[in-house]
């Protein structure tokens, strides 16, 4: 019987060392540690601290003034569409514009003013048993007899926003229209 009592002894002292005291778990349950809650703002689904909202806003406000008064002080430069006058660009124009007129394959535009040339290669494409259009037309590469795409889309390309970009010189010139049939 001292046997028995004292394994009792051993496995009720560790019980007691293996589970908390009363004293412990009420300690722990009734002392939460008290987190300083922060004040909170929430608009439209955005929660922010308040201090941080009001500081953005404060800067929205005053990035705003600051835009608003160099807005009205600073000079403006208005775009002044220059008046119709003759220049050099009314004797260039029409030069350049008559290697264009030199370079055309096909049939050939009334009016065109290269005396030396006539219509060329209109039955381009034209044979027997061809899966091909009709490939008369076009421009020809630095004056060869060579029909190259890519040179010349370039060209055409650069004449095109040369159109867009100094039209009332073209205008000028007499030679809107022309440019408009060469492109």
Request: hydrophobic residues 35%; aromatic residues 8%.
């Amino acid at each position: 019987m001292n046997h028995r009592t004292m394994t009792e002894i051993e496995e009720l002292e560790l019980t007691h060392l293996t589970q908390p005291s009363l004293e412990m778990k009420e300690s722990w349950v009734l002392k939460p540690t008290i987190a300083k809650k922060k004040k909170k703002f929430s608009v439209a689904c955005i929660s922010s601290n308040r201090k941080l909202l009001l500081w953005l806003g404060g800067v929205l406000c005053v990035s705003c003034i600051i835009a608003m008064t160099l807005s009205k002080t600073l000079p403006h430069d208005h775009y002044i569409v220059p008046p119709l006058t003759k220049d050099n660009s009314t004797i260039a124009i029409p030069v350049a514009l008559k290697f264009f007129n030199a370079q055309i394959s096909g049939k050939l535009p009334e009016g065109n003013n290269v005396s030396w040339r006539g219509d060329s290669c209109l039955n381009d494409g034209k044979f027997p048993g061809s899966s091909y259009p009709h490939l008369a037309g076009g421009y020809y590469d630095a004056g060869g007899s060579i029909k190259s795409n890519f040179p010349m889309s370039f060209s055409m390309t650069m004449l095109s926003w040369s159109v867009i970009e100094y039209s009332t010189k073209y205008q000028v010139a007499g030679e809107l229209n022309h440019v408009k049939g060469l492109i």
